[in-house]
């Protein structure tokens, strides 16, 4: 299997939160303040991705901008050429005087992950009742600032419940764009968290039921499928795509992602947080090293199963290209009798 | 026990040869010029 042209790539500052999110996996590591990425484990990783070729960079955590060298990273990235994009739950945006140096800093991209739609919604999900407000603040300081930036929702169970809440409160923050995600499994200690994680015909319901409260919004926006395609009926993907609001595959699929964690280790997948592929320092230490350790018969063995079809169907279906068989982490929890659908009739 | 290991144990997929590569479908936000793709966000 040839590597890909291009990687994009993760880093992890931290699992360190200013929220407490009830369904979030860095409640295992309990939102470990010690686990701040060193100065010298980035500096480490700068230099290997400077030896690559890298579409984006993204800074994730935890929450990456309560790093205490947030500013001094992006900047070192943004010297070595990288285009850099942010994950956060943008609490810290409510300051404007905060955003402004986060831009000179060289972050070109801010992606707001919200998680609900009410001062309520945050107080039962993330354990603060003041964060709403600061979102809300900080959604239209950064939609004044002019920066790339779109309100990214990971539906799970609770958030699930109060979707046409959130959309309004989307649509009253002045947002452009807004993307919907939905819970994928995590792995920890070997098992599936959460344990109650929403099958596929359950998410594939959740969805059918937001789309036309997002069309009705007006809004502009994208959904994220992450389950196999035969979940849904064949006019729906169409649907989608047709109104340029699908999107799907994986970087784990396409092996085109680096993913870093605070120690150093590199991922396949930050839901696989325990089971790393390799370390910075060890296994590889720049560009040149990484396309060896990618070349080394384990990685390429699992990059090449990556993109293998999981079942028969999957072979023989017109979906596969777009679709893949959802996300791999599926495919680790359960098995095809639960994993594939029938593609549903209208109404099915 | 890294992930080459654990898909090795616990995959339940088949690893049939793909007719082709998966491409997956990605919008490119015209009013943020963010691409929105499968971030393993936190």
């Not at chain 1, 939609?143 to 958030?159: K, L, Q, R």
């Not at chain 1, 015909?201 to 926006?221: D, H, W």
Request: overall charge neutral.
């Amino acid at each position: 299997m040839s590597l890909p042209s291009r990687f994009n790539a993760w880093i992890t500052l931290n699992r360190a939160c200013n929220l407490r999110c009830k369904w979030c996996y860095a409640a295992s590591t309990q939102f470990a303040q010690t686990s701040n990425m060193s100065m010298k484990t980035f500096s480490q990783i700068v230099y290997v991705l400077s030896g690559l070729p890298i579409g984006r960079v993204a800074l994730i955590g935890g929450e990456p901008t309560i790093h205490p060298e947030f500013w001094k990273m992006t900047r070192l990235l943004k010297e070595a050429g990288a285009k850099v994009a942010l994950v956060t739950n943008s609490i810290k945006f409510a300051d404007v005087g905060f955003l402004k140096q986060t831009i000179n800093a060289g972050v070109s991209g801010i992606m707001t992950s919200l998680k609900g739609g009410s001062p309520l919604a945050y107080l039962e999900g993330t354990g603060s009742s003041s964060a709403f407000s600061k979102v809300t603040r900080a959604i239209r300081n950064i939609e004044d600032s002019g920066i790339p930036h779109e309100v990214s929702i990971t539906a799970c169970e609770s958030t699930m419940q109060n979707f046409a809440e959130i959309v309004e409160a989307v649509k009253a923050s002045g947002v452009q764009y807004f993307s919907v995600d939905t819970e994928r499994p995590v792995m920890l200690k070997g098992g599936l968290e959460p344990g109650n994680f929403p099958n596929c015909p359950k998410i594939a319901a959740f969805l059918m039921s937001a789309y036309p409260v997002l069309v009705q919004s007006g809004l502009n926006f994208c959904i994220k499928v992450s389950i196999p395609f035969c979940h849904f009926p064949e006019g729906f993907i169409q649907q989608l795509r047709d109104g340029n609001h699908l999107s799907s595959g994986c970087q784990m699929i396409n092996g085109s992602g680096l993913i870093f964690d605070p120690t150093g280790n590199l991922l396949a997948c930050n839901h696989l947080c325990e089971n790393p592929l390799g370390t910075l320092g060890i296994d590889f230490s720049d560009g040149e090293g990484y396309y060896a350790f990618r070349n080394r018969p384990d990685l390429a063995s699992f990059y090449k199963g990556m993109g293998t079809c999981p079942n028969q169907r999957c072979v023989e279906c017109e979906h596969w290209t777009l679709c893949g068989g959802g996300c791999r982490l599926h495919w680790l929890c359960a098995g095809a009798d639960e994993l594939l659908g029938q593609f549903l009739k209208k109404g099915g | 026990m890294n992930a080459q290991e654990l898909f090795a144990r616990k995959y339940t997929g088949s690893n049939l040869e793909a007719p082709a590569p998966v491409t997956g479908c990605k919008v490119q936000s015209e009013t943020s010029g963010m691409i929105c793709d499968c971030d393993p966000d936190e």
